[in-house]
């Protein structure tokens, strides 16, 4: 319920942000208006294999012993199987672990 509850604020929160932007350009001088470009700086994958460990021995101390944890990606992702109805378990483990940090969920419930 948590992770609904946040998802539905931030979607909420970015869609308030990007309606403020607003579409008017104070400089009106076209001859002189600079045009720049940003990119975006990617996220340095963790390849700390402590932090691996970590995760996956607290998965598995809550019982989850089909979830693999992936540190060459940013954020560090699960992926495996875990039981019906415990993804926010599994997730709410995975990023305590994690010291706080958010994971990509890769992982399926198991049918």
Same mark, same amino acid.
Request: overall charge positive; aromatic content about 4%; proline content about 5%.
């Given at each position: 319920?948590?992770?609904?509850?946040?998802?539905?604020?931030?979607?909420?929160?970015?869609?308030?942000?990007?309606?403020?932007?607003?579409?008017?350009?104070?400089?009106? =001088?076209?001859?002189?208006?600079? !045009?720049? &470009? $940003?990119? /975006? @700086?990617?996220?340095?994958?963790?390849?700390?294999?402590? %932090?691996?460990?970590?995760?996956?021995?607290?998965?598995?101390?809550?019982?989850? =012993?089909?979830?693999?944890?992936? !540190?060459? &990606? $940013?954020? /560090? @992702?699960?992926?495996?199987?875990?039981?019906?109805?415990? %993804?926010?378990?599994?997730?709410?483990?995975?990023?305590?672990?994690?010291?706080?940090?958010?994971?990509?969920?890769?992982?399926?419930?198991?049918?």
């Amino acid at each position: 319920m948590k992770i609904r509850f946040l998802a539905v604020l931030s979607l909420a929160v970015a869609l308030f942000a990007g309606a403020c932007g607003g579409s008017g350009n104070a400089n009106t =001088n076209t001859a002189n208006t600079a !045009v720049v &470009t $940003a990119t /975006a @700086t990617p996220l340095a994958a963790n390849t700390d294999p402590a %932090l691996k460990t970590n995760i996956e021995s607290e998965l598995k101390k809550k019982g989850f =012993n089909n979830i693999t944890v992936d !540190v060459t &990606t $940013a954020p /560090a @992702t699960i992926r495996g199987t875990y039981p019906k109805g415990k %993804l926010a378990e599994v997730v709410q483990t995975a990023q305590l672990a994690n010291g706080g940090k958010p994971v990509k969920n890769e992982a399926t419930e198991e049918k």
